[in-house]
Each structure stands twice: as C-alpha cells, then as structure tokens.
T-cell receptor
Framework: NAGVTQTPKFRILKIGQSMTLQCTQD?????MYWYRQDPGMGLKLIYY???????DKGEVPNGYNVSRSTTEDFPLRLELAAPSQTSVYFC?????????????FGPGTRLTVL | GQQVMQIPQYQHVQEGEDFTTYCNSS?????IQWYKQRPGGHPVFLIQ?????EVKKQKRLTFQFGEAKKNSSLHITATQTTDVGTYFC?????????????FGQGTILTVHP
C-alpha cells in the first residue's frame, strides 16, 4: 500500500492564481482531512470528509474548497491565492471504526504564494 | 471549539537527559492521541489513550492520561538524537465530531549530542 499520497510536493503561485492540491489514499478509509501547518505551528483543519459525497468545514476553510467524489480522492482547491495561504498542506485519512481512529498523513505540499 | 494547551513550546536537552511535554484541555476528552513529526516530515501517529489514568509505554516513551481525562503527558527517558522533532497531542472530541482531531501547538524537541 502507498498509504496517503499528495501532489505536487512543492509549488510557487502568484497572487490571484488558482490550483488544486491532489490527495489519494489506498487504505479504504472513510474519513479524509486537509490541514495547513504554518512554520513552527500546529496543524489547523481546513476541511474534512466523512465519506464520498460528504464534506464539512474545519477551523480555517476560507479561501479553499473541496470535493469528495470517491473514497480514495480528496482534492483541495485554492481560488485566488493570497500570501496568507503560504503554508505546508497535509492531507490525512483515518478509519473510524473499532475505537481506533489514528490519522495517516501524506508527505505534504509546500506552497508559496508570491 | 475545543481548547488545548501544550507546553513547553520548545525544549533543548543534552543527549541522555529526560524530556516531558504536557497537554491540557479545557474539557473532558473521550481520548487523546500523540503524534511525532520529524523536521521536514509529516506527523506520524504514536499512540492513543482512552481510559482515565491510563499509562502506556513504548520503549523509552511513557504516555499518561490524567484521571479526569483533561490532561496528558509524554515522557522520554534518556533522549537520543533520533528523538528530535515536534511532538503533538491531538484531542478527540467524540460525539457528532467523531473522527475530527484538534491538535496542540506542539513541543519542538532539540537534542544536543
């Protein structure tokens, strides 16, 4: 199993540009998450999904959109990129059953908006 | 939303010294998880604590869950350079928010050889 994969690894955007961060998991997990991590800080939840077709906002959803058409994929869309969106973005997934719901993280996408 | 405070923010130790990070919540928790993130890496799950007063060990790491289920600690005995990284606690709210975690700000551990 590859686990959680994210593309791209790095990206530089100009202010106002848009992009989609891709996330795929092959563990058949029902939950998926997007976090952002600013330097020296913790993880802030942007959006999450409890299953295909169901998404919900996290702590910092403004400026982002998500969709979940399949169990495996959970892309994050940035519209009109702003310097405040410079961050490292992590996708994660978990299986919420049997009382164990640890999250498995992808390697991250390092985004710079100039 | 849930509030979580993790202290200290930074800890510098000499190799062989012990290290402890603490996590405190404003509410009673259903469970708590701990993650480690190596520099430049991604968070990796270490353990989940569920029961009041629970203590679990993984080699040199000891995890505790408070009796009131509002606080937790991670203790590393005789640190090694491989312990370098950021340690996060993550609170599980439970109920309708099942699956969602609130992460602490993390404790950045530096180990000097």
């Amino acid at each position: 199993n590859a686990g959680v994969t994210q593309t791209p690894k790095f990206r530089i955007l100009k202010i106002g540009q848009s992009m989609t961060l891709q996330c795929t998991q092959d563990m058949n997990h029902n939950y998926m998450y997007w976090y952002r991590q600013d330097p020296g800080m913790g993880l802030k939840l942007i959006y999450y999904s409890v299953g295909a077709g169901i998404t919900d906002k996290g702590e910092v959803p403004n400026g982002y959109n998500v969709s979940r058409s399949t169990t495996e994929d959970f892309p994050l869309r940035l519209e009109l990129a702003a310097p405040s969106q410079t961050s490292v973005y992590f996708c994660a997934s978990s299986y919420t059953g049997g009382g164990r719901n640890e999250q498995f993280f992808g390697p991250g996408t390092r985004l710079t908006v100039l | 939303g849930q509030q979580v405070m993790q202290i200290p923010q930074y800890q510098h130790v000499q190799e062989g010294e012990d290290f402890t990070t603490y996590c405190n919540s404003s509410t009673t928790l259903s469970n708590i998880q701990w993650y480690k993130q190596r520099p430049g890496g991604h968070p990796v799950f270490l353990i989940q604590l569920v029961k009041s007063g629970e203590v679990k060990k993984q080699k040199r790491l000891t995890f505790q869950f408070g009796e009131a289920k509002k606080n937790s600690s991670l203790h590393i005995t005789a640190t090694q350079t491989t312990d370098v990284g950021t340690y996060f606690c993550a609170l599980h709210a439970g109920g309708t928010s099942y699956g969602k975690l609130t992460f602490g700000q993390g404790t950045i551990l530096t180990v000097h050889p």
